[in-house]
């Protein structure tokens, strides 16, 4: 009897899901667009590196152009630049196929965000993506992780404020624009 019950469960599961991922209609915040034009400080973009396994200390600089799709990585002691394609697009809003993981809060008291976590499928890789629940849609984290190669990129936002301050945070730097 065990068995059966088994293979009903499977075989129901099957049908219903027709191999597409579940989602929760339930409690599931809203899909929402991230803005198009912030300024905030993008940890592990720029800053001091060390290198595995010696432990060779540099500071890098990473420039992702969202237009072109290149990413620019500036060596800033030695002043080289190493210029590279976008394994994937960014995202700009949450998709349809996106699947809800789960919210939790950032803060405390009347000083707290709602962060909403989405597991993005595509060939190339898998996204998690953690967006604010307050309206404006914060990009708050973004942890890919690809497959070939096998590597993962990770990214926290601080210090958001909603427009562009200074426009020259674009420019690329001298030594980028013969970068191959």
């Not at 604010?132 to 990770?154: E, K, M, Y």
Request: glycine share 4%.
């Amino acid at each position: 009897m065990f068995y059966y019950v088994v293979f009903a469960t499977v075989a129901i599961l099957t049908t219903v899901l027709n191999g597409k991922p579940t989602t929760s209609l339930k409690n599931e915040p809203e899909r929402c667009c991230i803005p198009t034009q912030f300024n905030s400080q993008l940890i592990g973009m720029k800053g001091v590196s060390f290198s595995v396994p010696d432990q060779q200390k540099s500071n890098i600089w990473i420039i992702e152009n969202m237009n072109d799709g290149q990413i620019y990585a500036i060596d800033e002691d030695a002043k080289k630049c190493y210029k590279s394609t976008m394994p994937i697009k960014p995202i700009h809003c949450i998709p349809d196929t996106a699947t809800y993981v789960h919210s939790f809060t950032y803060g405390y008291g009347d000083k707290k965000i709602i962060g909403d976590t989405w597991r993005i499928q595509n060939d190339e890789a898998v996204d998690y993506v953690t967006v604010s629940r307050d309206g404006r849609c914060i990009l708050l984290t973004d942890s890919t992780f690809f497959q070939n190669p096998a590597l993962v990129d990770a990214m926290t936002t601080t210090d958001f404020v909603p427009q562009i301050d200074d426009p020259s945070i674009f420019d690329i730097p001298p030594e980028c624009k013969n970068a191959i």
